[in-house]
């Protein structure tokens, strides 16, 4: 059986790719098809969350292990039979550590296998990808603010930087004397040694 997964691009425009993928494959194969239908770069690190039907994330399920013990569950271990269990089901995927990509992906359909198909495979695209990833920083009086609050409690750093100078401090409060240090050792105490 194959499943048809619908990706979408978390944008204001729309952006989204239509996947064909084999239920017996992993959440790893996912997400080779998603890097490829969306041309994404380079091998960052990434990581599935299972939904469940109001949006709530059940499960995590990273690219690689970062557990502890070393036997978390990996993208690898878990096939789309499991992570897809009715049609609309509901998976959140993110991809890249300092630009971070976000992805829905929801089952659309079952579809009968295509011979000779190579999957997963790209079967529809809308929508052009950005260049960069979309920020998700909220603005408020014209400022990107992750904790808008901050803004208006304290000033801004680079005012406050470049108003004090370091001209002003006395140079008497700094003590350039140094102390005096012991470093012989008791001979008595090496003896044991």
Aim: overall charge negative.
């Amino acid at each position: 059986m194959i499943y048809k997964v619908r990706v979408i691009l978390d944008t204001k425009d729309d952006v989204f790719r239509d996947i064909e993928i084999r239920e017996k494959q992993t959440l790893w194969n996912l997400h080779l098809g998603i890097k490829s239908a969306f041309s994404l770069m380079g091998d960052d690190l990434s990581v599935f969350n299972i939904l469940d039907k109001d949006g709530v994330i059940v499960k995590t399920v990273p690219l690689e292990d970062m557990s502890d013990d070393g036997d978390g569950e990996i993208m690898s271990d878990v096939y789309l039979m499991e992570a897809f269990e009715e049609e609309g089901a509901k998976l959140h995927f993110q991809y890249g550590f300092m630009d971070l990509w976000e992805f829905f992906c929801e089952k659309v359909e079952e579809l009968d296998e295509k011979h000779a198909v190579n999957y997963p495979i790209t079967m529809f695209r809308f929508g052009n990808m950005p260049l960069k990833a979309p920020s998700k920083t909220a603005k408020k009086n014209g400022k990107n603010s992750v904790m808008p609050l901050m803004d208006d409690e304290f000033g801004s750093f680079e005012d406050e930087f470049n108003a004090s100078s370091f001209a002003d401090e006395d140079e008497d409060d700094f003590d350039d004397e140094e102390e005096d240090f012991n470093d012989d050792f008791d001979e008595g105490d090496n003896e044991d040694i």
